[in-house]
Structures are given as structure tokens and as C-alpha cells.
């Protein structure tokens, strides 16, 4: 069964903007790992977190995660308009073998 | 330079048929993968490979074949396609394992019609 929830499933924002999609999830992890998805083009990983670790940085982005309320939360910050593209979470661990998405949230910056 | 690529990009097919795409990866990764993502955009995955081994195969009907034959390529062969079988194909490829970061393709759409 699917494992990470992606919330909201959509989001519009302007320019400049920041933009904070949320994933929860139902059994421990390992990791979670958010992707982005262009429209017509292929996942592109973003950033990783452990299981040990609270939050992360990386450019406009920071993530954070909760394991107490299985939860994680990815932030944009300063968005552009080629931010435009689907969101998603991933998970891995327990007994969970293979890496399991969400099914993604939609941003959309406008200019 | 392509890092994962997929041959062909678009492929549209008559039920029935039977084809395959290709994935090659230039990363010198370990582990290779094949997902499913159908048009709600939920990605699934079907198969994975570590250094040409089977190590998942998820519940995926049997006119699936996956074939890696070196550890650089997994290609995917579909016998007797079935209009369900429309969907976005996916190759990915991670060093270490399917814990860590994977590199994906940029897609095969196949439809049947």
C-alpha cells in the first residue's frame, strides 16, 4: 500500500512566494527523499533526510521531519516560476524494501 | 552527457504486441529500477536489479520480463500488451542500494491502443 500522503495535492502561489508542502507516512523509516517532476520529464531527486535528522538544507529548500508524528515538510523559499512542477515524498524502511512514493503535490508559481 | 537514458522516448502499439524499451545508465551504479507511473501520476515500482540480480519484483503480471544484461542496462520486455499497460515507464539507477538517491530516465510513454 502506498506509504507517503503528499498534502495539498495542489498549490498555487506567486512569484516570490514561499511555498510548504507537507508528506506523511504510516510505518517507520529509513529515509524520505522528495522529488520533483516536470511536466513531460523524469523525477529529479531533491533531498534526502535520515531518520536521525530533523531538518536539511539545500539552496531555496529546506526540509524537515517529525518522526514522532511521521510526518515531513518540504519549503520553498523565494519561488520562481520554474519551480512550476509536481512534488513528490518517497520512503524506504522497516520492512519496507523498495523506495515508495506519494502521489505528489502540484505547485504552481505564477509570474 | 545523459546520465540515465531510455530508448524509445514515445511508443505507440497495438494490443497484442510486444515490445521493449531500453535503459542504459553512465553513472557506474550498482542498482537499476523500473517504475510505473499510470495517469494519476502514481509511480510504482516493478522491478529492481543490483549488479544483474533480481532483488524486486513486485506483484507485476508475468508479460513483464525484465533483462540486465550488464550491470550499466535493464531493459523491460512486454509480451501480449494490454490497453492497462498505457502508462509513463521509469528506469532508475542508485550506487549502494535502494535506500539511497536514484537517478531517473526521462521517461518511455507507451500507449495501446
Known amino acids: 500500500s502506498q506509504q507517503g500522503e503528499e498534502d495539498p495535492q495542489a498549490l498555487s502561489i506567486q512569484e516570490g512566494e514561499n511555498a510548504t508542502m507537507n508528506c506523511s507516512y504510516k510505518t517507520s523509516i529509513n529515509n524520505l527523499q522528495w522529488y520533483r517532476q516536470n511536466s513531460g520529464r523524469g523525477l529529479v531527486h531533491l533531498i534526502l533526510?535520515?531518520?536521525?535528522?530533523r531538518e536539511k538544507h539545500s539552496g531555496r529548500l529546506r526540509v524537515t521531519l517529525d518522526t514522532s508524528k511521521k510526518s515531513s515538510s518540504l519549503l520553498i523559499t523565494a519561488s520562481r516560476a520554474a519551480d512550476t512542477a509536481s512534488y513528490f515524498c518517497?520512503?524506504?524502511?522497516?520492512?519496507?524494501?523498495?523506495?515508495?512514493f506519494g502521489k505528489g503535490t502540484l505547485l504552481t508559481v505564477n509570474p | 552527457d545523459t546520465a540515465v537514458s531510455q530508448t524509445p522516448k514515445y511508443l505507440v502499439t497495438q494490443m497484442g504486441n510486444d515490445k521493449s524499451i531500453k535503459c542504459e545508465q553512465n553513472l557506474g551504479h550498482d542498482t537499476m529500477y523500473w517504475y510505473k507511473q499510470d495517469s494519476k501520476k502514481f509511480l510504482k515500482i516493478m522491478f529492481s536489479?543490483?549488479?544483474?540480480?533480481?532483488?524486486i519484483n513486485e506483484t507485476v503480471p508475468n508479460r513483464f520480463s525484465p533483462k540486465s544484461p550488464d550491470k550499466a542496462h535493464l531493459n523491460l520486455h512486454i509480451n501480449s500488451l494490454e490497453l492497462g499497460d498505457s502508462a509513463v515507464y521509469f528506469c532508475?539507477?542508485?550506487?549502494?542500494?535502494?535506500?539511497?538517491?536514484?537517478?531517473f530516465g526521462p521517461g518511455t510513454r507507451l500507449l495501446v491502443l
Open positions: 518517497a520512503t524506504i524502511g522497516g520492512s519496507n524494501y523498495k523506495l515508495t
Open positions: 532508475a539507477s542508485s550506487q549502494g542500494g535502494v535506500q539511497e538517491t536514484q537517478y
Open positions: 536489479y543490483n549488479n544483474k540480480e533480481l532483488i
Open positions: 533526510i535520515r531518520s536521525n535528522e
